[in-house]
């Protein structure tokens, strides 16, 4: 098993980013998927949560309306797309295998996401 | 639904047993209480799902407890290795996911 996240990088306050991880080794259609945070030297915050069909996806509060997980079964990908990019959106961001909501078996090596003028 | 983890940090010394506590605001299922460790610089890894069922490779000297309010995972006799980060989480069909803000296992 494999996640590969990709696509952090520096912006701006008020910009947007689009996260990418890209999944290998199982079988992607049978997964639902997260994406969770860390703050430079604070705990794990998650994020989002997408099932495996795209049927269900929640959002933590503080990032309700500003972002969106999506997913690619074709390409084996799920992605984040984050708007209205705030100081406190600084972290690094992990893209998780949800292990049947009973919690994450495989994450991958983060990507950072800095936001700062 | 909040967690709250305790103490905040353990210092403890190699051999010693450590007891991680996990409390949450109101009942949670415990199928879905989960327990990671993190060390520096690494993702975190999933050690304990189910509150008590442990994920494969880990070492049996990690094990999970409790229902309702009150989660405990404790590390019998703790090697090198296992000074970390620990966090409790907790899912929830109608909000999510929940971590607990850690608790931090150093050596004495």
């Known amino acids: 098993v494999q996640l590969v996240e990709s696509g952090g990088g520096l912006v701006q306050p008020g910009g947007s980013l689009r996260l990418s991880c890209a999944a290998s080794?199982?079988?992607?259609?049978?997964?639902?998927m997260n994406w969770v945070r860390q703050a430079p030297g604070k705990g794990l915050e998650w994020v989002s949560y997408?099932?495996?069909?795209?049927?269900?996806?929640h959002y933590a509060d503080s990032v309700k309306g500003r972002f969106t997980i999506s997913r690619d079964n074709a390409k084996n990908s799920v992605y984040l797309r984050m708007n209205s990019l705030r100081d406190e959106d600084t972290a690094v961001y992990y893209c998780?295998?949800?292990?049947?909501?009973?919690?994450?078996?495989?994450w991958g090596q983060g990507t950072l996401v800095t936001v700062s003028s | 639904i909040v967690l709250t983890q305790s103490p905040g940090t353990l210092s403890l010394s190699p051999g010693e047993r450590a007891t991680l506590s996990c409390r949450a605001s109101?009942?949670?299922?415990?199928?879905?209480l989960a327990w990671y460790q993190q060390k520096p610089g690494q993702a975190p890894r999933l050690l304990i799902y189910?509150?008590?069922s442990r994920t494969t490779g880990v070492p049996d000297r990690f094990s999970g407890s409790g229902s309702g309010t009150d989660f405990t995972l404790t590390i019998t006799r703790l090697e090198p290795e296992d000074f970390a980060v620990y966090y409790c989480?907790?899912?929830?069909?109608?909000?999510?996911?929940?971590f607990g803000p850690g608790t931090k296992v150093d050596i004495k």
């Open positions: 189910g509150a008590s």
């Open positions: 997408i099932r495996s069909d795209s049927s269900i996806i």
């Open positions: 080794g199982f079988t992607f259609t049978g997964y639902d």
């Open positions: 989480q907790q899912y929830g069909s109608s909000w999510g996911f929940t």
């Open positions: 109101q009942s949670v299922n415990s199928n879905f």
């Open positions: 998780a295998r949800d292990f049947y909501d009973r919690g994450m078996d495989y």
